[in-house]
């Protein structure tokens, strides 16, 4: 399967805890996305990277956020101190430069902070 | 303030027959937009897109119309079948670095 993974699929936490989300974009794609996705709503933009540099971060990305894309291949989205309006859908999505405009999605880590 | 509106929350329609799912937008500068289908614990699969300098696309069973003089855009889907059943998400790129302002969606139904 060649498409964007994305672990775990499913994480429940305790308020508090901290956690930490992996993305594998489409090989070679050097644009990478993170969403989330709450309940009734459409995904909503959190941050961007093109190769390793994130290039843009959305005001819904709070200080207790930080992501990461070290060498241009996988990132992590880690939370601290999570709290239940954490709890949402993280979706994380792909694209190759030059190569259209569609962004390919991985399936998501649902996130459920007790 | 919702820069991309689906105001239909869902839509239900008979197998066979043509499903029109509609979107709305706020922001002129918006230069291409999306449609996505979502299946429950799955992520957005691309359908179709268009360009803003377009009025239609078509890909197969899939046509998206956009009107820019009204700041809105339809997904026509004909003939709908059972497997299209999902939230279909309307999607403009706004964003400097090619971000996506996603509309809440609107879940369809399509009957046997």
């Known amino acids: 399967d060649t498409g964007v993974s994305q672990n775990p699929r499913h994480k429940i936490t305790k308020r508090g805890q901290n956690v930490t989300f992996r993305c594998d974009p489409i090989s070679e794609h050097n644009r990478l996305y993170w969403y989330r996705q709450t309940l009734g709503q459409g995904p909503e933009f959190l941050t961007y990277?093109?190769?390793?540099?994130?290039?843009?971060k959305s005001r819904l990305l709070s200080d207790r956020f930080s992501a990461e894309r070290p060498k241009g291949s996988f990132s992590t989205l880690e939370i601290q101190r999570t709290e239940q309006g954490d709890s949402a859908m993280y979706l994380c999505?792909?694209?190759?430069?030059?190569?259209?405009?569609?962004?390919?999605f991985g399936p998501g880590t649902r996130l459920t902070v007790l | 303030d919702q820069q991309v509106k689906q105001n239909s929350p869902s839509l239900s329609v008979q197998e066979g027959r043509i499903s029109i799912l509609n979107c709305d937008y706020t922001?002129?500068?918006?230069?291409?937009f999306l449609w996505y289908k979502k299946y429950p614990a799955e992520g957005p699969t691309f359908l179709i897109s268009?360009?803003?300098?377009?009025d239609k696309n078509e890909d197969g069973r899939f046509t998206v119309f956009l009107n820019k003089s009204a700041k809105h855009l339809s997904l026509h889907i004909v003939p709908s079948q059972p497997g299209d059943s999902a939230v279909y998400f309307c999607a403009a790129r706004g964003g400097s670095q090619g971000n996506l302002i996603f509309g809440k969606g609107t879940k369809l139904s399509v009957k046997p």
């Open positions: 268009i360009s803003s300098i377009k």
């Open positions: 999505a792909s694209t190759l430069t030059l190569a259209g405009d569609e962004q390919f």
């Open positions: 990277f093109q190769n390793e540099a994130q290039l843009e």
């Open positions: 922001n002129s500068m918006f230069d291409y």
